[in-house]
């Protein structure tokens, strides 16, 4: 039996209203993962290997059975519930032709769905981790909307809370209201850039916020001048999402020693 806690991948184009679902299985001992695309929920079969996906339909309702039956073929492969509005699906013959654990329609209950992953979890025996302290909050100020929200996306997918800040001044004016364990911020932003932003970060928390730099400069004279400024890592742009997860895990890892 594997020793890892049992672990759910929630996969819709809107994850907000999941919010307080995902909080509740963490809090029971489950690891709760994200995806809002096709390509995201590929990664993280591979990556993470769950053990059971709640697919919204909504996240692309024409290739939904294809993208079930890829599911499935991962090893070992995980149970699926699907959530639909379609009125049209009749639920026996769904649920058995695509190999479904439930197929729910909307609007979901989220109490009945919280049971239903419980008892799937209880059924199959896998085990539950402790309850953990509050994940690690994360503030990423970024001028680029698109850059700001992929980085949430990314972020919340590990289980981070996640700050944004589209200026170097909000940031600041963020403190002490917030109150984050690391900082990823960009160097080329309008008025007060990244270097100044780590610096006054470094400054201000007495060098307690590790903060990773992105830049789409690679110079050997900017990388020092980042590390001279406050900064802890410094990545280039564009960075795979698998480096940036791990800088955040190495630099929270260091300040815990």
Do not use: W
């Not at 932003?189 to 830049?215: F, N, Q």
């Amino acid at each position: 039996m594997s020793t890892r806690a049992a672990t759910v991948l929630f996969a819709a184009r809107r994850l907000e209203s999941l919010y307080e679902l995902r909080n509740h299985l963490e809090i029971a001992g489950v690891r709760v993962y994200t995806a809002s695309s096709t390509r995201e929920i590929l990664d993280r079969l591979r990556e993470e290997g769950p053990d059971l996906v709640v697919l919204d339909q909504d996240l692309d309702a024409v290739t939904t059975p294809a993208l079930i039956l890829a599911i499935r073929t991962y090893t070992p492969s995980p149970d699926v519930i699907l959530i639909t509005d379609e009125r049209r699906l009749e639920t026996e013959a769904a649920q058995s032709s695509l190999g479904l654990l439930h197929l729910l329609k909307k609007p979901v209950d989220e109490g009945d769905l919280y049971e239903k992953i419980l008892a799937r979890v209880r059924e199959r025996g896998l085990p539950r981790s402790l309850p953990q302290r509050e994940a690690p909050l994360v503030l990423c100020v970024d001028d680029d909307a698109l850059q700001l929200n992929a980085l949430q996306r990314l972020l919340t997918g590990h289980g981070y809370r996640v700050h944004t800040c589209d200026t170097a001044l909000r940031a600041l004016a963020s403190f002490p209201d917030v109150r984050p364990d690391v900082a990823i911020v960009d160097i080329m932003m309008p008025g007060t850039g990244g270097l100044d932003l780590a610096e006054k970060i470094r400054s201000r928390t007495g060098g307690k916020v590790p903060v990773v730099l992105l830049s789409a400069l690679n110079t050997q004279t900017t990388r020092e001048t980042a590390r001279q400024r406050g900064a802890s890592r410094y990545l280039v742009k564009p960075c795979p999402n698998k480096e940036v997860v791990a800088a955040v895990e190495a630099v929270l890892a260091e300040a815990d020693r």
